[in-house]
């Protein structure tokens, strides 16, 4: 069965620290992975997404990805947080005419 | 600017009392979706139509119904809401065949009194 593991419920990190954020996906064959961003009663936001090719991608607001084939692996970083990227933060795979498969989901706090 | 829109962003029904959600865009795709995302939960695939083919996910309650009319409206129809219904409700759209990536909307609040 497909899925999509986010490990870390919740994060903590202080305001100018870097971020990761963990996720691991099971599919037949490479899927096409996403990260999304949510802030509280909102919808989602698109930060970026792997089809294929370079394995780096870069996103908005300052975020980037690294996909490792060998990890099934697909981590979010971000090198300096700022308080608004408090949200809560999802890791997707499939695409087209499928639909997506979500992670459960980590939680960004971020300290002052 | 193009997007996806849901109404109302915020929704209260009685319990039993039939409801629809719809959701618009003017991104000019051809596949809609709609997610079920409880409090504190990943958004649940429900349904998607690609073009006029509708495709029900196997674990989609009967409950849960849509329509397509045209390429830019999707509605979702609750027939008998039950408190466990209480979610929110996203639309997506994305181009089959072109870029694959959903786009969402803001989604609306349903609250089942």
């Known amino acids: 069965a497909q899925s999509v593991t986010q490990p870390d419920i919740h994060i903590t990190v202080s305001e100018g620290a870097s971020l990761e954020l963990r996720c691991n996906y099971s599919?037949?064959?490479?899927?096409?992975l996403f990260w999304y961003v949510q802030s509280p009663g909102q919808g989602l936001q698109l930060l970026l997404k792997?089809?294929?090719?370079?394995?780096l991608v870069q996103g908005i607001k300052g975020f980037e990805a690294e996909f490792k084939r060998s990890q099934s692996s697909f981590n979010l970083r971000k090198p300096s947080v700022h308080w608004s990227d408090a949200a809560e933060y999802f890791c997707?795979?499939?695409?087209?005419?499928?639909?997506?498969?979500f992670g459960k989901g980590t939680h960004l706090i971020i300290q002052p | 600017d193009a997007m996806v829109i849901q109404n109302p962003r915020y929704q209260v029904t009685q319990f039993g009392k039939p409801v629809t959600l719809s959701c618009s865009q003017t991104?000019?795709?051809?596949?809609m979706y709609w997610y079920q995302q409880k409090s504190s939960q990943a958004p649940k695939l429900l349904f998607h139509?690609?073009?006029?083919?509708?495709?029900n996910e196997a674990d989609t309650p009967d409950n849960f119904q849509s329509r397509r009319p045209n390429t830019s409206f999707c509605f979702l129809d609750i027939r008998s809401p039950g408190l466990g219904d209480a979610a929110m409700y996203l639309c997506?759209?994305?181009?089959?065949?072109?870029?694959?990536?959903?786009?969402f909307g803001p989604g609306t609040r349903l609250l089942v009194l």
């Open positions: 997707a795979a499939g695409g087209g005419a499928d639909g997506l498969t």
């Open positions: 599919y037949g064959a490479t899927p096409y």
């Open positions: 792997y089809f294929s090719g370079d394995t």
């Open positions: 991104l000019n795709h051809n596949v």
């Open positions: 139509y690609y073009d006029k083919d509708f495709n």
């Open positions: 997506a759209t994305a181009q089959r065949g072109g870029l694959e990536t959903q786009y």
